[in-house]
């Protein structure tokens, strides 16, 4: 599994509008092949600062999805609306406590 976080820093006054978008594609996403999971998060200090949290069954499904129709026309609304470029990272669980011990 592949777990994937894009930090995005929007304009304060846009934050709206990306909400908007993100109501309205993430249904999309989720149902996207590949795709386990997807959540967005605010930043509890910069509430225009929003996070999302997704998680893949690996990377070429998520490169799937970013060559996708739905990647580029989402993101093509989103990108002018930032106030500073995102920043994406991928990552994979290495190791997991046991809850249980």
């Not at 978008?21 to 092949?33: L, N, V, W």
Request: glycine fraction near 2%; proline fraction near 7%; include cysteine.
């Amino acid at each position: 599994m592949l777990i994937r976080t894009v930090r995005m820093t929007f304009r304060p006054d846009r934050l709206d509008d990306f909400l908007a978008i993100f109501q309205a594609s993430a249904p999309h996403i989720r149902a996207t092949e590949g795709c386990q999971h997807l959540v967005l998060w605010q930043d509890t200090r910069y509430p225009n600062i929003l996070s999302t949290y997704s998680h893949w069954t690996g990377e070429a499904a998520l490169n799937r999805y970013r060559e996708s129709d739905l990647f580029r026309t989402t993101w093509a609304q989103t990108k002018p609306l930032f106030a500073a470029p995102p920043v994406a990272h991928s990552q994979q669980v290495l190791s997991e406590v046991d809850p249980a011990g």
